[in-house]
């Protein structure tokens, strides 16, 4: 077992501000949970109280149930895996994944079966009588992980484990970490500043921002139907396009929007959940805008191209606005040159309203009408 539920977890150093500000959030039993958020978040901090490494200012940890705050690191049951990888230079890697358990009092026997089972899941069975010195990055990490596995914890916690490893590595450490939860079954908790991997872990997302949670759902959940502002450009590469607009014209089943510095209007359907008033923000996604002729469309000036080969991105300047738009586009729809003159098609669906907040806009759709073009 291992279910773990945080009640308004409040976290300060001394008489400083809320670096934690009333965290809540349940994690059931099993699940991969990632915690994602930009440098300075709280990610770490948080990670560490549930850890028992950091007292808890505020508020409740449980896990099964049973409330964990005034427990030692020892008796919660939680194995923590770091960036760095602290491993003891003079030991085997063998001798390294053991030690817990040797300090606990376990038989030789017993010790060296559980250090060979975690080194078979962890395919280092040939390195256990090598030093880390001897190691790769990527093995070194593998040996860390073996040592919180042997403990047979009941939450793992994982804090930014791969970023000292090269790209490639990074990439293939991902998988066999999935692999690894599935063999599992044991509840863990990744603490990454990086969406992608965010992206690829998680079961569940847990987009943290100024010691806040902004928003929490599974991956296309987030990227989807991201909560406010923060959470759509946070989540997905290129960034989600941020376009300003105001309200012209609503008659509660279409609201007709103008964008900032050009004549384009874009009709929305459906009934918003909410009064518009004032600076609303257009999200669109790379991927749903297309270019056409320059007539067709919201005009722009190609700026760059970057061909990834897959896809391009079409990086575009748009008439009488300051900053950047970015296209996703198959490559054969690619072919501009910088300083080419483009219309950009914004699409009326797909899009996410933002209210002048910052909080995405929910529009209902209740026997509506299919005509936009008509209220345009
Ligand atoms: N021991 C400490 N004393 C005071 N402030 C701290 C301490 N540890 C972390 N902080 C502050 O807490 C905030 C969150 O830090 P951290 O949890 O490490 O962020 P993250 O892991 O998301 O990058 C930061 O502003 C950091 O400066
Ligand atoms: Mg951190």
New binding site residues.
């Given amino acids: 077992m291992g279910e773990l539920v945080l009640r308004n977890v409040v976290k300060t ?1 001394g008489e ?1 501000p809320q ?1 934690i500000q009333g965290i809540d959030l349940h994690i059931p039993d099993g699940q991969f949970t990632v915690f994602v ?1 930009p ?7 948080m990670l560490r109280m549930i850890a028992g490494l950091e007292e808890v200012s505020g508020g409740d940890i449980l896990i099964d149930g049973i409330r964990v705050n005034d427990l030692q690191p020892v008796d919660r049951g939680v194995s923590m895996v770091f960036q760095s990888y602290a491993l003891y230079p003079h030991m085997t890697v063998a001798q390294n994944m053991g030690f817990s358990l040797k300090l606990s009092g376990k038989s030789k026997r017993e010790v060296s079966e559980v250090v060979g089972r975690a080194a078979e899941i962890l395919q280092i069975t040939h390195l256990l009588d090598r030093k880390p010195k001897a190691l790769s990055g990527g093995q070194r990490q593998r040996v860390a992980i073996g040592r919180a596995i042997v403990r047979k914890p009941r939450v793992f916690l994982f804090d930014e484990p791969l970023s000292n490893l090269d790209a490639a590595l990074r990439v293939q450490m991902r998988i066999e970490l999935a692999k690894l939860h599935r063999e599992l079954g044991t509840t863990m908790i990744y ?1 990454t500043h990086d969406q992608v991997e965010a992206m690829t872990l998680g079961e569940q997302i847990v987009v943290f921002n100024k010691g806040k949670i902004e928003q929490t759902g599974a991956p296309l959940d987030l990227y989807d139907r991201p909560a406010n502002r923060f959470v759509g450009g946070f989540i997905g590469s290129p960034q989600m396009n941020m376009l300003a607009a105001t309200v012209v014209a609503h008659n509660g089943v279409q609201t007709v929007l103008a964008l900032a510095g050009v004549s384009h209007r874009i009709a929305l359907t459906g009934r918003p959940d909410r009064a518009l008033n004032g600076e609303l923000t257009l999200g669109v996604r790379a991927e749903h805008l297309s270019v056409g002729p320059v007539d067709e469309g919201i005009a722009a000036r190609v700026e760059l191209v970057e061909h990834l080969g897959d896809v391009s991105i079409l990086h575009a300047r748009l008439d009488g606005m300051a900053h950047a738009i970015a296209l996703k586009l198959d490559k054969k729809d690619a072919q501009y040159e910088p300083g080419e003159r483009i219309g950009i098609k914004v699409p009326s669906s797909s899009v996410t309203l933002f209210d002048a907040k910052g909080e995405a806009v929910v529009f209902e759709h209740r026997a509506v009408g299919e005509n936009v073009r008509a209220v345009v």
């Fill in positions: 150093y400083g670096i958020g440098s300075g978040c709280g990610k770490s901090t603490v």
